[in-house]
């Protein structure tokens, strides 16, 4: 196994405090959706942003302008959610003075998100001054899991794949990773528990980030 010479983090659930309801999102979508379309298609429980954009290109085929409305009323939904979840969350206690530590250390750091900038500002306004980088959805064109995400953050950083470690708190994170060959860890900070976390087979799994740099550490990994 490769030293480890870097890590790309996801944010909500990993760095910060999930406070974003997902669930009440998705219904707020679907109520919007079915004053669009009724009955709406079946999307094979597509995670919000995806949802979003298939709906808006089912609309999209008969009426171009509709599916931009659409399109368009959905984000300001889900930006008006995330930034009233930011506003009542905090990053977890040990967030902070891992990042620094590890930006003096020597170790790269990238922090990629689903999330809209604005949100992940509100709990870190320093983010660009203690991290190599950071790209929310709105720097990408494609958003984890797909690859181009973390290969952007990779790129910024100067960062080999096979020298990077993947971390987040949801099998996306892990998915994405795993696709551009980077090892991958998993974290319970957020609503998966460790035996689930397990079941997508991460190279490391921890209960928080302070946990897992202590493991890396005692690994000899850094």
């Not at 760095?15 to 999102?25: R, W």
Request: glycine share 6%; charged share 25%.
């Amino acid at each position: 196994m490769n030293k480890i010479e870097g890590i790309i983090f996801d944010f909500d659930g990993t760095l910060a405090e999930l406070t974003i309801d997902f669930d009440e999102m998705k219904k707020r979508l679907n109520a919007l959706g079915r004053a669009f379309i009724d009955p709406l298609p079946e999307t094979d429980n597509l995670p919000a942003l995806e949802w979003v954009d298939y709906i808006a290109s089912c609309l999209s085929i008969d009426d171009v302008d509709l599916g931009k409305e659409f399109h368009t009323r959905c984000r300001f939904l889900i930006i008006s959610m995330e930034l009233e979840a930011a506003r009542h969350g905090k990053l977890f206690p040990f967030s902070h003075p891992l990042l620094v530590e590890l930006q003096e250390s020597g170790i790269k750091t990238g922090i990629i998100t689903r999330n809209t900038s604005s949100a992940v500002k509100t709990m870190l306004p320093d983010i660009e001054n203690i991290c190599g980088c950071f790209l929310s959805r709105e720097d990408v064109e494609n958003v984890k899991p797909h690859p181009d995400h973390i290969q952007k953050a990779l790129g910024i950083i100067n960062l080999a794949p096979e020298n990077a470690l993947m971390v987040g708190d949801h099998p996306i994170d892990i998915e994405t990773g795993e696709r551009v060959g980077t090892l991958t860890a998993a974290v319970a900070t957020g609503r998966i528990s460790l035996e689930d976390l397990k079941k997508f087979n991460p190279d490391f799994i921890a209960n928080d980030c302070a946990e897992l740099m202590i493991i890396l550490r005692e690994a000899e990994l850094f």
